[in-house]
């Protein structure tokens, strides 16, 4: 038998582990183990593996209607934007299917007004340790060590800042600046959450410039931080925002919202292939009028106080550094670079594994289903310590 994955081009190194079905917060392996997951797909499954509200929407609509075609309208394409419309700020809404395509849109979107109103300004502020997705826009735009240089030459006209650092925003400007692109929690970066004083200055500081202030929210966005946007925290407005990950419960689809003013593409300015689709978007639809009611948003901010009490507790216990986080985007911090070893600790533990994520060496990151149980929670928080234990004594 051929090692597994052999078919495979090599991407990253995957345990191995072929994962069979997965229901809520359990994931089950093709020999039967059971794992809790605080991963979820990368935070992606906002209402766990399977929920059965995906499953029908999905269902119904590749029963009826799949793609039409972007050139023409769809019903959920117009429902989804509407409703994502009604929840936020914006005005306008573009679909696609991943969190950098959605970026993408965005930067184009900026270049385009750049060009019309402000005599062709182009270049576009992001943040060191930032991730905007891997295409090679993104790249550029995200302040990953090293990836200026994995596929160079890589896209040109993005200055970096410092997070919380509003002078390097400052710096970073030059007359040919159209944008400012930020995550309001840098979750690959390590689950860094910026300061409130600081985003409050940057909202003002691109208004006075005439810069656009562009939330990446497709981490922090539908109910991942205890709202459904995460800029709802920060009382500001951001101009742009993107959505994907949690958007569709685990299914691909992203979107682009802007206001009015920037709603500035021209016919053929921008488009693709699967972009508003009605499968997808009949998915979005369903686990977005979920995560976004009152009653759930305010469940998602008790676990995250629970998830956050939990981790405190165990930093106290194992002596860490301590943890960090906005709503159920945590990290618990290591005093060693040994997070990758607590990661496969976890998953091995018997009878169940825990399935955790390890951004950086030191830090493990916690993205749990948003309707994880409060016993569930607490399981996995007494899986976390047993995994701590036989790797930190
Ligand atoms: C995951 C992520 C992306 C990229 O999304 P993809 O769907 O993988 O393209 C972009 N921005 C942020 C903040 C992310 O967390």
Redesign the pocket.
Known sequence: MSPLGSDLITITARPDVVFAEGQGSWLVDEAGKRYLDLVQG?AVNSLGHSPALLAQALAAQAGRLVNPSPGFYNRPMLDLARRLVELSCFDRVFLAS????A?EGALKLARRWGRKERGGAHEIISFEQG????TLA?MSASGKPGWDRLYAPMPQGFAKARLDDIGSVERAITPASVAVMI?FVQ??AGVHVADPGFVRELRALCTERQLLLIA?E???GIGRCGHAFAYERYDVEPDLM?L??GIAGGAPL?ALLCKERFNCFEPGDQGGTFCGNPLMAAAGLAVVNEVCRPDFLAAVRQRSEQLARGLQAIAGDFRLPGERGLGLLRALVLPVARAEEVVEVARGLAPVGLLLNAPRPQLLRFMPALNIGAEELDEGLALLRRALRQVLG
Not at 98 to 101: D, R, Y
Not at 131 to 134: A, E, L, N, V
């Open positions: 990368w991943s969190g950098a395509e970026n991730f905007h997705g891997r993104m995550e979750g690959e990446d497709v981490q922090t993107t994907a990950k992203s």
